[in-house]
């Protein structure tokens, strides 16, 4: 199971509090739901974030989720 946070969500927090491999990224765009900038306010709220969890997120976890492209 993953869960996809509405934009601005803070990150750092759910991945301290949750653990990160359940949350990954996703959009409403160009709904109001989605902002104009998903990933500019994700970004603003994963300072404590590494950069292997912030690829996880933008990611790998979806990938992991759905397998390789062209299988």
Known sequence: M??????GEDIGWLHATAGRELFMFASDYPHH???DDPIGRFDR???SV???D???FYETILRDLVGP???
């Open 33 to 35: 739901e989605g902002t």
């Open 54 to 56: 912030q690829r996880g």
């Open 2 to 7: 993953r869960f996809t946070p509405f934009a």
């Open 45 to 47: 709220t994963m300072a």
């Open 69 to 71: 492209s062209g299988t």
């Open 50 to 52: 590494t950069g292997d």
